[in-house]
C-alpha cells in the first residue's frame, strides 16, 4: 500500500524505508549495506555514484528503486560521441504554431541512470551538473523543472579500463555517496539463478511508496535531532580531510552536508530520533571517498583515500570519548 501525503513520526519512516529495502532485496540479492546506502541516499534527495564492473546489477538497482516508488525510470548510456544536447534536450522550431518548443532529454525522468559515465567527454558530463544541482535544465535560456523525486544513479567503470575519462571534481561532488557493489558469493549466485529460472524478480515488484509519501520521509529525515557536538564532529572529520598530508584536495562543505544528511538517514534506519558519531564515522568513505584527491606522491606510494579518510577519522577525537593516556 502506497504512504499517502502526511507528516511521518520517525517510526512510520522506518517502516516505510524498510519496504522499500524490502522490494531491493527481492531484487538484489545480498549487498545488505549497499542497499542501505542506496536508499539513504534517496531519503536524503541525493544522487548516487555506483563504481563497478558490469553486469554486478548497477542497472537493477536503479530500476528497482524507480518501481518501488513508482517513478519514471530512463537510462542513459553515455558513449564518446555523446553530446550534451542528447542528455538535456533541444528547442525545436514549429512551424504550424512558429515557435519554439522543447523536446524534453532523456534527463527528464524521476530515476536515471547515467550508465558508465564516464565512457562520455567531461563536457558531455557537465550537462549533468545543473539538472543535478538545480534540478533543472536550461535550453536556449528557458529553465525547464525535474520531475520529483529526482534522483540520478551513475555508473563508473574501474579508471583503468580503456576508453574512459575521469570525472570533473565538480561533478563528483555532486554524488551524495559512491558505493561498490561487487560480486555476489557463491551462495548468493546460485540463488541469482534459481530466481531468474522463469522470470526476473524486478517484474513482480510493486510501488511501496508514492511520490508523496516519499515527500514524506525524506522531510521526516531532515527531522532528526543532530547535535552540536555531531555537527562539530562532521566538520571536524572534513578539515582533517584538508589537512592530510596524502591528500592534494580535501572534502568540501557539500561533503560535510552529504555526511550529515547521511548520518540523520541512518539514523531512521535504526529507529533512532537523533544521529551518532557512529554513524559519521560508518559513512565518511562513502560520503567523503569521492570528493578528496590524493597527492601525485601518494599515488605514487600506493595509498588510497580509503586509507586517508581511515586516518582522518582516527585523529579526530569522537565526542563523548575520553581522551588517550
Not at 525535474?146 to 554524488?175: K, S
Request: glycine fraction near 6%; proline fraction near 7%; include cysteine.
Amino acid at each position: 500500500m502506497a504512504v499517502s501525503e502526511r507528516t511521518l513520526t520517525l517510526r512510520e519512516a522506518r517502516e516505510t524505508a524498510e519496504r522499500l529495502l524490502a522490494n531491493l532485496g527481492a531484487v538484489i540479492l545480498g549487498k545488505e549495506e549497499e542497499q542501505r546506502l542506496a536508499v539513504m541516499a534517496l531519503m536524503c534527495r541525493g544522487h548516487l555514484l555506483i563504481e563497478d564492473v558490469p553486469g554486478v546489477g548497477k542497472t537493477m538497482l536503479a530500476r528497482s528503486i524507480a518501481r518501488s516508488i513508482g517513478g519514471s525510470f530512463r537510462r542513459i548510456q553515455f558513449t564518446p560521441d555523446l553530446l550534451p544536447a542528447d542528455i538535456t534536450g533541444v528547442s525545436v522550431y514549429n512551424q504550424r504554431d512558429g515557435a519554439f518548443e522543447y523536446r524534453e532529454g532523456p534527463i527528464v525522468a524521476q530515476v536515471v541512470l547515467a550508465d558508465e559515465i564516464n565512457r562520455a567527454s567531461p563536457k558531455t558530463q557537465a550537462a549533468l551538473l545543473e539538472a543535478m544541482e538545480e534540478r533543472q535544465v536550461t535550453v536556449d535560456g528557458v529553465p525547464h523543472p525535474m520531475p520529483e523525486p529526482f534522483i540520478v544513479m551513475a555508473t563508473q567503470n574501474p579508471i583503468e579500463y580503456e576508453g574512459t575519462f575521469p570525472l570533473p571534481e565538480t561533478e563528483l561532488d555532486r554524488f551524495i555517496a559512491r558505493l561498490h557493489l561487487g560480486y555476489p558469493d557463491k551462495e548468493r549466485e546460485i540463488q541469482m539463478l534459481e530466481a531468474q529460472r522463469y522470470a526476473h524478480p524486478i517484474d513482480l515488484l510493486e510501488p511501496v511508496v508514492d511520490e508523496r509519501g516519499l515527500a514524506a520521509l525524506q522531510d521526516a529525515v531532515r527531522r532528526v535531532h543532530v547535535s552540536d557536538d555531531v555537527k562539530e564532529y562532521i566538520v571536524a572529520v572534513a578539515e582533517a580531510t584538508r589537512n592530510h598530508p596524502s591528500l592534494y584536495l580535501g572534502a568540501s562543505p557539500r561533503g560535510s552536508l552529504a555526511l550529515f544528511r547521511l548520518a540523520q538517514a541512518k539514523a531512521v534506519l535504526d529507529d533512532r530520533e537523533h544521529a551518532l558519531p557512529d554513524d559519521v564515522k560508518a559513512l565518511a568513505y562513502p560520503a567523503l571517498g569521492h570528493r578528496v584527491i590524493l597527492g601525485s606522491a601518494a599515488r605514487i606510494q600506493g595509498a588510497t583515500a580509503a586509507e586517508a579518510i581511515a586516518e582522518a577519522l582516527e585523529q579526530t577525537p569522537v565526542p563523548g570519548s575520553l581522551p588517550a593516556a
